[in-house]
Each structure stands twice: as C-alpha cells, then as structure tokens.
Nanobody, 117 residues
Framework: QVQLVESGGGLVQAGGSLRLSCAAS????????MGWFRQAPGTRRELVAS???????IYADSVKGRVTISMDNAKSTVYLEMNSLKPEDTAVYFC???????????WGQGTQVTVSS
C-alpha cells in the first residue's frame, strides 16, 4: 500500500506562482511514473503533467511553458512548479503514482489551487 501526501496549494493572484509537492510512502514499492491531474467544478479530471522515474515528462497543452514537473526518486516525491497562473487554472489538483506491481494507480486526496483575477 502506498500513501500520498500533497502540499502547496492555496490562493494566488493571476500571474503568480505556486509549487505543489507530493510525497509517496509505503512498504517496498517501485515507481513507474508520477503525475498531477486537476479537476474544476463540473468538469472531468484532466492530466496536467506526468513524469517517469527516468525523467521523461509530458504536459497538457494548456500548461506547456508555464508548468514544470520534476521528481526526486530518492524521496519518492513529485513537484509541480506552476508559473504565470491564470484563473482557469483554478481546480483541485490530485497527485498520482503508478507503481510497477499493480494496474491501478494510487491517488492523493487533492489540494485546492485558486487563482484570482
């Protein structure tokens, strides 16, 4: 079993920055990839960015150039650096980890990001 603890959400003005963190812990797991999804009210959960254990990253078109995902393998922690935030980035951000020993990923509890105009 893997537990995820997210931090770093909050309220920021448009144009500002936030850094989200997500630490995975548990007994004997091997990470395939980690990532961040987000869900705004009335919308489907969507991928923001993901990164493999060897550092290969992908980004949603809506955040390219404004967001950087990184992972510290030693700490089993993924970071999401968000810059030039827009009101449309407002959502609950969920961390995800896909381990090598099972099909379904683990999800964090979510952290609220609110960008005011």
């Amino acid at each position: 079993q893997v537990q995820l603890v997210e931090s770093g959400g909050g309220l920021v003005q448009a144009g500002g920055s936030l850094r989200l963190s997500c630490a995975a812990s548990g007994s004997s797991f091997s990470i395939n990839f980690m990532g961040w999804f987000r869900q705004a009210p009335g919308t489907r959960r969507e991928l923001v960015a993901s990164i493999t254990s060897i550092g290969s990253a992908i980004y949603a078109d809506s955040v390219k150039g404004r967001v950087t995902i990184s992972m510290d393998n030693a700490k089993s922690t993924v970071y999401l650096e968000m810059n030039s935030l827009k009101p449309e980035d407002t959502a609950v951000y969920f961390c995800l980890v896909q381990t090598r020993d099972r099909v379904d990923p683990y999800w964090g509890q979510g952290t609220q990001v609110t960008v005011s105009s």
